[in-house]
């Protein structure tokens, strides 16, 4: 029975119409009641009109740092989470990353930049001193490993992203080659707003870690904050690390995330 007669007079027929279209629409009776009482429509006309109507819920963006193996592969995907992952350029230490990425849909690639002080710094970490030429060069590898690329966040790099000759090197090589920067914010004085002005470019930034402590309780309480900023402000973009007690958090936190929408960063900047 697609059509439905909105036009009726009978209290009796416009009250079976009204629970017909409930059940379509799933939306709430003061909302379908407007439409029927204003307008004569198909069933498929009042479903598109509702979904139209429908507010869009708060979307959350949850990119997972450090993707370098096939085990982190595996206990993302058990999550069945619309996650990010992003992956370290491949080298001697992992290898595969390239290869691991073509598993996704969607995903972000990592990229060492120098710390003020970290012990344990990535292989090829780009420096502040660096020329453009050599930022030039690291970038063409990693778009010759991940051709369908468009954002890469850092990895550490408080020493370089708050060096604006730096950074304004790294947005040049970023606009040559379509590239868009996600700043991980690891320091305050970041110059990536700074030059994302200038450049045209939007401000992507990290608004929460979730896993600063390795530690299931602590990391669901980022999710609420996460959670409670995305609701403020429509928007918002978590950090995370492939951590067997990172995800069983985030698992343990579905029905919380199912009040906002998780997303990749495409669908917001297309």
Known sequence: NDDINLSTDQNSSNNMQLEDIKQI????????????NEQNLTSQQVKKQLHQTKPNKPSLAIIIDDMASHTHVDMLKKTN???IPSFFPPDKRHPYTAELAKDFEFFMVHLPLAAIKYDKAELNTL?????????SK????????FPNLKFINNHTGSLFTADETAMKNLFDVFLENDFIFVDSRTIGNSKAPKLAKQYNQP???????LDNEDN????????????????????????????????EALVQSKELLNSVELVYLNEIYK
């Open 127 to 135: 420096e502040p001193k660096d020329s453009k030429e050599v930022i």
């Open 203 to 209: 401000y992507i930034a990290r608004d929460v870690f």
């Open 216 to 247: 299931v309780e602590y990391i669901k309480k980022q999710i609420i904050q996460v959670v409670n900023e995305a609701k403020n402000k429509g928007f918002a973009i978590a950090i995370a690390h492939p951590r067997k007690n990172t995800f």
């Open 81 to 83: 989470l619309k996650l």
């Open 25 to 36: 629409s799933k939306i709430d009776e003061n909302l379908t009641k407007q439409i029927i």
């Open 138 to 145: 690291r970038i063409a590898y990693i778009k010759k490993h």
